[in-house]
């Protein structure tokens, strides 16, 4: 039973949820850099922004934009009668999602190579 | 009818079984069976019991969809395996696969332990608790009222839902939806003077607000049934459940009331 | 149920909440660094109170979902208790912690 759309939907839900968790915590604490001074938070943000982690900022841009649509979906199954096409709006979550990543992650690749 | 298109007249059926008296852990076994269009997976399964294993064991009874009792899990997917023609669920190689209701304990072969499925139906009152002042003749419930249960009185409580739903693999404290969708037929019928109390129950921790909308249990329902559309319906009234009681104190008070022109 | 329409609430919330954050702080170039988080912004009350209220709906939302995460599973589900008590405290905390950075700055910096 265990291999459905439904089924998927809720690991790759659970599963983006908690990363953004984590990720959350990591950066209410890099931001809490800048009461030690301008020199330490610009010290603190040259690390986070470096390329790694820019690479990283794709990964973080598909898990926000999956975990938001499928919520989205979530709200239109609680306030609508849509049963009937639970596949089709995940499939458009899904591909909503997909599609924002894709432009996040090229404008970002573009920033990262073409860097003066 | 000789066609040149030969029909396979055999099958291959892959069972897990398993003998707690004998087996450490569950293993696979092929059986060949003969095949006919009008074969069900269950007519399989009697003729590999009586004339090939008789230790094979597993739960049926009526045979046509109604007791509930033969949900296993056939290629994936649970389903009555009453009515499931064995021919449909071949693969390429001629073979299906029959493993028993999964997430639950395993008794023996294709027998599970029931005892949670059980034990949330008790837990949400499946029956009527109805008002004091019954009448003479009958109560007098509107053909709308009665239609928005239909879908909650088909369910033969045959496992299948409950067993495909993922919240259930993780706990089995959880109400389910077979036992969601008795307390809805109950919380949505007029003559039941408790749906506040009900729907505390069901506001709980372990109740409805515990589903995450995953829809097995729609695909698993072999009455095609909806208990996620239940759950959604029981959440808002869960909400507004004081609301709901005393709308249904108005509504007892036309319920019961003697029919005045046959007297 | 309570946790449920918290979940719910801060859900919708963060929609909208995100979308600000994501139009006011990231397109380019797109360097972060003190003038454009400080000066450009948290130097004028109006975007501490958005980073304020924002803060508090993606804790709601973040410690309401690990709560439900962990207690989902049987064997976590048993300490339901002390896992609320651990992410209230969680919460707390980071609510704090990030309201006095957004705090700490008065204009001019």
Known sequence: MYKSTGFISFVLRRFTGVVLVLYLFTHILVIGSATQGKAAFDATLKIVQGPLFKIMEIALIAAVAYHAFDGVRLLIVHYFNVIDYRKSLFYAAFAVAAFLTAIGGLLILQALFYKA | ?263 | ?109
């Open chain 3, 1 to 109: 149920m309570r946790i449920f329409q918290m979940q719910r609430v801060s859900a919708i919330a963060l929609l909208i909440f995100l979308g600000i954050h994501m139009a006011v702080m990231h397109y380019p170039p797109w360097e972060i660094d003190f003038s454009k988080v400080v000066i450009e912004r948290l130097s004028n009350p109006i975007w501490k109170m958005i980073d304020i209220a924002f803060l508090f709906f993606v804790l709601m939302h973040a410690l309401t979902g690990a709560y439900v995460v962990l207690t989902d599973l049987q064997r976590i589900g048993v300490y339901k208790r002390a896992l609320a008590g651990v992410t209230i405290v969680l919460g707390l905390a980071g609510f704090v912690y990030g309201t006095l950075t957004i705090m700490a700055f008065q204009p001019p910096v």
């Open chain 2, 1 to 263: 009818m000789p066609d040149s298109n030969q029909q396979p007249t055999t099958a291959i059926v892959r069972i897990q079984r398993f003998n707690p008296d004998v087996d450490k852990k569950p293993h696979m076994q092929d059986f060949t069976v003969p095949l006919t269009p009008g074969t069900t997976i269950l007519d399989a399964l009697h003729q590999i019991k009586t004339e090939q294993d008789g230790s094979l064991t597993f739960r049926r009874s009526c045979r046509h969809a109604i007791c509930g009792s033969c949900a296993m899990n056939v290629n994936g997917r649970n389903v009555l395996v009453c009515k499931t023609p064995l021919a449909r669920e071949l693969d390429k190689q001629g073979c299906v696969t029959i493993k028993p209701l999964p997430y639950l304990p395993i008794i023996k072969d294709l027998v599970v332990d029931r005892s949670s499925f059980w034990e949330q139906y008790l837990r949400v009152k499946p029956w009527l608790i109805p008002p004091d002042n019954v009448p003479e003749k009958e109560f007098r419930v509107s053909p709308e009222e009665v239609e928005a249960l239909h879908n909650a009185e088909t369910c033969i409580m045959c496992g299948a839902c409950y067993s495909s739903c993922q919240v259930i693999a993780m706990t089995k404290h959880y109400v389910g939806p077979h036992a969601a969708l008795k307390a809805f037929l109950r919380v949505l019928d007029p003559r039941d003077t408790a749906p506040a109390e009900r729907l505390a129950d069901l506001a709980g921790g372990d109740g409805v607000y515990r589903c995450h909308t995953i829809f097995n249990c729609i695909d698993a329902c072999p009455k095609n049934l909806n208990p996620t559309q239940a759950i959604e319906t029981l959440r808002k009234l869960a909400q507004k459940r004081q609301a709901m009681e005393e709308a249904r104190q108005e509504r007892q008070k036309t319920l019961a009331l003697p029919v005045k022109s046959e007297e």
